[in-house]
């Protein structure tokens, strides 16, 4: 087994695992109730696959041509950062849009404190 | 052995953006089409990443840059209209 099958190997595990937590991910928003939940199934592994799969190429072009490549960690910083604020202003546009939540939830938490502070406004407006 | 294994990864990840075009055509609400395209243009760019250890070339490394920074501004777009109603407000003083 010489470098570049060693490298090869390695490049091998990083890109496919990504690719199975995305491909996990996406079955999770198949099956899951609601939209609160596929979110969740959305944002954290094609977060995670995304994030393995270009730190695979990363590996490849920096490990077999000796070139590390600012642009694509630059591209693996912007989606670690923007990914989960992007999931996070969906799940709240869909609350604020009035997305039902599936029959199998118990709680709703967020309901309670907006009418306290509903309450409270008009108590201070009076 | 290396070239096959990519092209199966590559088939899975258009696997991943099959399923979420289900979700966008069938998709109850709006904000589950948004998640689902949020979700194909991430699935683009681990595609675009295996298109260029396949070719192995370089040339395609800006646009995964590029579709990421669309689909973070196209999402906060949607998202902000579906809160508000507009995109742009014209009152600024709240």
Known sequence: MNTKEIIETVVLVLVLSGTLMSVLSSFGFIRLPDVYTRSHAAAKSTTLGILFILLGTFFYFWLLHGVISVRLLLGVIFVFLTAPVASHLIARSAYHHGAKLSDSSIKDDLKEELERQRREELARGQ | ?94
């Open chain 2, 1 to 94: 052995m290396f070239d096959l294994l990519l092209l199966i990864a590559m088939g899975l990840l258009s696997l991943s953006i099959v399923i979420a075009m289900y979700r966008i055509i069938k998709g109850p609400s709006l904000p589950d089409r948004i998640l689902a395209l949020d979700s194909i243009s991430y699935s683009i760019i681990g595609i675009v990443a295996i298109l260029s250890i396949r070719t192995d070339t370089r040339a395609y490394l800006e646009t995964i840059l590029l579709i990421g920074i669309l689909a973070f501004l196209s999402t906060i777009a949607l998202c902000k209209f579906l809160e508000r109603g507009v995109v742009i407000e014209h009152k600024r003083d709240h």
